[in-house]
Nanobody, 115 residues
């Protein structure tokens, strides 16, 4: 069982930056692929950034070049550095852990970007 707790959300003006953190506990963090999803009001949850257990990363086109995902296996934490934020980045951001058939979600953290 993995527990995931996100932090770092908040309100920011367009063009600003935020850094989200997701602290994991309860399992061997390094074996998990770690992902960030987001869900805007009235929209489906979408995968925006992935860091595989081997260290490779991938991004959705909507955030590529602006967001950076990273992980610190020693601290059991995954980060999402968000820059050049846009109003359309407003959403609840979720941390997700995946290994084989196991999937775990955090409770989400709200990010609101105003113009």
């Amino acid at each position: 069982q993995v527990q995931l707790v996100e932090s770092g959300g908040g309100s920011v003006q367009a063009g600003g930056s935020l850094r989200l953190s997701c602290a994991a506990s309860g399992a061997t963090f390094s074996i998990y692929d770690m992902n960030w999803y987001r869900q805007a009001p009235g929209k489906q949850r979408e995968l925006i950034a992935t860091t595989a257990r081997g260290g490779s990363t991938n991004y959705a086109e909507s955030v590529k070049g602006r967001f950076t995902i990273s992980r610190d296996n020693a601290k059991n934490t995954v980060f999402l550095q968000m820059a050049s934020l846009k109003v359309e980045d407003t959403a609840v951001y979720y941390c997700h852990a995946h290994f084989l058939s196991r999937d775990y979600w955090g409770q989400g953290t709200q990010v609101t970007v105003s113009s």
